[in-house]
């Protein structure tokens, strides 16, 4: 039995890297060229982990070895046995963290890949708000604010990849309605899509932690 180890958002960043060296393989002929990337790629793998048992340090390297796209399919195939899961979350927990949202609309909680989910999101298509549950330190940390699809592509806040964007706008803690206080970014509006791109959490967390002040 395989001891998950491996974040969603570490897989995706992993992926980003086969993905280059796939590139590499079918552009450049260069011995040197194709050695520096291979090492590039294995030691960025193993750079984004704290903590390595040496089993798992080699689990990663052996991403450098790898010719074909169908070898390193298999590969990243085999990876996601490690992947650690979003941590289990009710429908009764979510509505706690938004006691003032009246009707509010939970999503089917049975049909989500936990495995491949950094943050659960959703959007009320009725009321245009969308809705983050995001895990912290033993505790959930949920968010929500009015989304507005802006027709047009860009950089995601949260992924960093050229997707359809939202306009996400939040009020924050202090907001009352002598002070109107809120922060606001573009945002995917594909929340799978978000999912299966986010390499780094650390712009995510600024932003939930910007709407708490």
């Known amino acids: 039995m395989q001891t998950p180890f491996i974040q969603n958002h570490q897989f995706n960043y992993i992926q980003k890297q086969a993905d280059f ?15 520096t990337v291979r090492y590039t790629v294995g030691t960025n793998a193993v750079s984004i982990f704290d903590e390595l048992t040496p089993e798992q340090k080699q689990l990663l390297e052996q991403l450098s070895t790898y010719e074909t796209t169908h070898e390193l399919q298999t590969y990243l195939n085999r990876l996601e046995a490690y992947l650690i899961p979003y941590p289990q979350v009710s429908a009764k927990q979510i509505q706690k963290l938004f006691p003032k949202v ?62 359809e964007l939202g306009f996400f706008n939040v009020k924050t803690k202090s907001y009352t309605p002598d002070n109107i206080s809120s922060v606001a970014q573009y945002v995917c509006m594909d929340n799978t899509a978000c999912n299966h791109s986010i390499t780094d959490t650390s712009m995510l967390e600024k932003f939930l932690f910007s709407t708490v002040k």
Not at 149 to 163: E, I, L, P, V
Request: proline letters at 4%.
């Open 21 to 35: 060296l796939l590139k590499t393989l079918r552009s450049v002929v260069d011995p040197k060229v194709l050695e």
């Open 102 to 163: 009246k009707k509010l609309k939970v999503p089917d909680l049975e049909s989500i890949d936990y495995a491949r989910t950094t943050y659960l999101r959703w959007t009320d298509i009725a009321t245009d708000r969308l809705f983050i549950v995001y895990p912290y330190e033993g505790r959930f940390l949920g968010i929500e604010g009015r989304i507005t699809a802006t027709n047009k592509k860009g950089y995601c806040m949260f992924c960093h990849r050229h997707q």
